[in-house]
């Protein structure tokens, strides 16, 4: 029997769950292991770009997910969900009733929030596709980015596969060499970073926390500014955590 890990909040974003690549029972199987008082969805958790799409892969896996969210609830987890681009519906929602957050199952629905940690450090939390301008203002281009990004997703099965076969055992993403080897993503990043770090120091707060580029990492800034990035459940399976120090973490899934 799996060892039941404990921390103080834990931050996941980007899970895509109804996406041909969602891995909703790894998904499951990481909420089940896990314990903690706030548990943040910093947004992507339901893909309704894919929803959109012909092929629909929201199955009963995906629904033990909600299953699980629901359970952390009951069992008295405070539970955010901070929607992104890709479940921009639920930001309309929140448009349309006026209003700051709204309930489902004891889950709490914002736009952003705060996070104060028990070292009394306060973060930012939110997705952070606003920081994107090809989301904010040219959605047809991220969705043409999108469809890249997933083509090179379907890639990386069969290559995993000859890996294996040569006696590769380590996991490998193709399309993340190639997001590491592109100037131009490099840039982005970094520019990303910039803004989101930005954001965060003028409205006062010690770090912020966002998700959107499938980039996990915690990044401290000589200032003591920091910079956490969730990642994703495409190819990641990364999440951000608080330590008993009160400190931001990286940690992944295995």
Known sequence: MQKTICH???FVSDLHLGSAYAQPAKIEQFLKSVDCDYLY???????FWALDSSVRYFD???????????????????VVYLPGNHDEIV???????????????????????THITSSNLHFKVLHGDQFDSEVSNMRWLNRLGDMGYSLLLSLN???QR?????????????????????KEAALFTNTYHQLVIDHGRKYDYQGIICGHIHSPEVLV???GFVY????DWVESFSYLYEDAQGHIQLGYFK
């Open 162 to 182: 000859m890996r294996k076969f040569l006696g590769y055992r380590s996991h490998w993403s193709l399309s993340q060499a190639i997001k590491r080897q592109v």
């Open 41 to 47: 969805l910093v947004g992507d958790i339901i893909d």
């Open 91 to 113: 930001r309309d929602m929140l448009l349309y009733i006026q209003d700051t957050y709204a309930w489902f199952g004891g889950i709490t629905v914002l736009n952003e929030t």
């Open 157 to 159: 099965k069969p290559l």
């Open 60 to 78: 009963q896996a995906t629904l033990n997910v909600i299953r699980a969210l629901l359970t952390k609830t009951k069992n008295g987890t405070t």
């Open 221 to 223: 800034q000589p200032d």
């Open 8 to 10: 103080r909040a834990i």
């Open 228 to 231: 956490g990035n969730c990642g």
